[in-house]
């Protein structure tokens, strides 16, 4: 992944317009009866779809580009990728590991980090 990728980030209002908007489509789905129901539901989601703006696909855009760069492939869960999985525990290790007390009389040598 590159350091310079940058993309918008949804804001906590976006997620909660479009977690409503959901919500109220699988309400309205779920009683549909036939056509009219049916084009009531498509004039819904029109008019809702402009009230959201682009906060959906940022968003999805967003948990796309995360899962394709630090979930693993293989799994059906959100799981960090092996490479990713390995260097978090990495850094666990180290820096428990370094945050310990050192024996009475010993010291800690030159510091690896700059």
């Known amino acids: 992944m590159s350091d310079d990728l940058k993309l918008p980030k949804?804001?906590?209002?976006?997620?909660?317009?479009l977690q409503g908007?959901?919500?109220?489509?699988?309400?309205?789905?779920?009683g549909?009866?036939?056509?009219?129901?049916?084009?009531e539901i498509a004039q819904y989601v029109a008019a809702r779809l402009q009230k959201i703006d682009f906060g959906w696909r940022k968003i999805f855009c967003g948990y796309s580009v995360?899962?394709?760069?630090?979930?693993?492939?293989?799994?059906?869960?959100?799981?960090?990728?092996?490479?990713?999985?390995r260097a978090i525990r990495l850094a666990e290790w180290s820096k428990?590991?370094?945050e310990v007390d050192l024996p009475r009389g010993f010291r800690r040598g030159p510091s690896l980090t700059p």
């Open 10 to 17: 949804a804001s906590p209002e976006e997620v909660q317009r």
């Open 21 to 30: 908007f959901l919500e109220d489509l699988a309400r309205m789905s779920a």
């Open 32 to 39: 549909r009866k036939g056509v009219d129901d049916d084009r």
């Open 66 to 85: 995360l899962v394709q760069n630090t979930c693993d492939p293989d799994s059906d869960s959100l799981e960090w990728n092996p490479e990713l999985a």
């Open 96 to 98: 428990n590991t370094l």
